[in-house]
């Protein structure tokens, strides 16, 4: 129900009518799917467990839907809306001044799959001195406490100004977060705040799918 929530109220808003959007200051679509193998991409990703699992449940053929979706008619890319994109949104990797990712590993908008990719392109550039990445164990789109964020912050500032990475660990954030106190622990429900400990985690980011970058276009 949650998922089904996210899809209808948040979701949508961005692969529909922003997508419009999009599509207009690019001069048509930039998207495609020829030559996608659904079967195998689908068995790839982080959610095939969940997937298989809900179509059990279900009684539903999953293996049907994927066949109907790999005999379905591919759309194709427009060459000039790619253009606009590769010269104006994607990653490339270039980067020349310190980065720190903070990423909810429940993000259903910005999934944690884009750390990934965006890592994946910093590495190929030989910028890996300048990436580091954290991630909060939390649902939803940039929901950190107000610790959270002046905790990365302070690690970001700290960055700059000695020209070293600090310990990034969750237990040393997790501290640091900790110790600003309840006046900035804490998050929204329902319009009233509710006190919130810090919960930054380890985590590894799942492989971005059909990755596209520079590099190999």
Same mark, same amino acid.
């Given at each position: 129900m949650n998922q089904f929530n996210w899809l209808a109220y948040d979701q949508f808003l961005f692969d529909f009518y922003l997508r419009a959007e999009l599509e207009g200051r690019a001069g048509g679509n930039p998207s495609w799917n020829t030559s996608v193998d659904y079967n195998r991409q689908l068995r790839k990703s982080a959610f095939y467990p969940e997937v298989a699992a809900l179509y059990a449940a279900a009684g539903l053929n999953l293996n049907a839907d994927l066949y109907s979706l790999q005999v379905a008619p591919r759309i194709s890319a427009e060459p000039a809306a790619v253009n606009y994109l590769s010269a104006n949104i994607i990653y490339t990797g270039q980067i020349g001044i310190p980065v720190l990712t903070l990423q909810t590993t429940g993000d259903g908008l910005v999934v944690p799959e884009n750390d990934q990719a965006y890592k994946s392109t910093v590495h190929h550039a030989g910028k890996d001195a300048f990436l580091k990445? #954290?991630?909060?164990?939390?649902?939803?789109?940039? $929901?950190? $406490?107000? !610790?959270? #964020?002046?905790? !990365?912050?302070?690690?970001?500032?700290?960055? =700059? @100004? $000695?020209? +070293?990475?600090? /310990? =990034?660990?969750? /237990?040393?954030? @997790? +501290?640091?977060? /900790? /110790?600003?106190?309840?006046? %900035?622990?804490?998050? %929204? =429900? @329902?319009? @009233? &705040?509710?006190? $919130?400990? &810090?919960?930054?985690? #380890?985590? +590894?980011? &799942?492989?971005?799918?059909?990755? %596209?970058?520079?590099f190999s276009h």
């Open positions: 990445e #954290t991630f909060v164990h939390r649902a939803g789109h940039c $929901t950190f $406490t107000p !610790a959270e #964020t002046i905790v !990365a912050f302070q690690a970001l500032n700290n960055r =700059l @100004n $000695t020209g +070293k990475w600090q /310990a =990034l660990g969750p /237990a040393s954030l @997790n +501290k640091a977060a /900790a /110790a600003l106190g309840p006046n %900035y622990n804490y998050l %929204y =429900l @329902n319009g @009233n &705040p509710v006190n $919130t400990p &810090p919960a930054f985690e #380890t985590f +590894k980011d &799942p492989v971005f799918l059909r990755p %596209y970058d520079v």
